[in-house]
Nanobody, 121 residues
């Protein structure tokens, strides 16, 4: 029922910006925490950022603090990840997720298919 569709990934040079979007449908998203995770080749999937839909409370991984901003648009049922001053180490597949708890419970959450972000040096 719940569907999450990511978009906005691409190939950019270091120092550039991208804005990812996660279009959410099929749920009452005011109930949820929304997440961005990423997974680089050969590495574990890692937490990037979260936002509580109802309050707007946010959390960030240390590696992206000051560079990335998570936000949501209630009218569009969309969560965004604004990524500035991108680094090659940001290269990964970025996944949107929704869950009822913080931290996320992987098996009880909904996940999108991911969008590729590649940052060249």
């Amino acid at each position: 029922q719940v569907q999450l569709v990511e978009s906005g990934g691409g190939l950019v040079q270091a120092g550039a910006s991208l804005r990812l979007a996660c279009a959410a449908s099929g749920g009452t998203f005011s109930r949820y925490f929304m997440y961005w995770f990423r997974q680089a080749p050969g590495k574990e999937r890692e937490f990037v950022a979260s936002i509580k839909w109802s309050s707007g409370m946010t959390n960030y991984a240390d590696s992206v603090k000051g560079r990335f901003t998570i936000s949501r648009d209630n009218a569009k049922n969309t969560v965004y990840l604004q990524m500035n001053r991108l680094k090659p180490e940001d290269t990964a597949v970025y996944y949107c997720a929704a869950g009822e708890s913080y931290p996320i419970l992987r098996s009880y959450a909904y996940w999108g298919q991911g969008t590729q972000v590649t940052v060249s040096s």
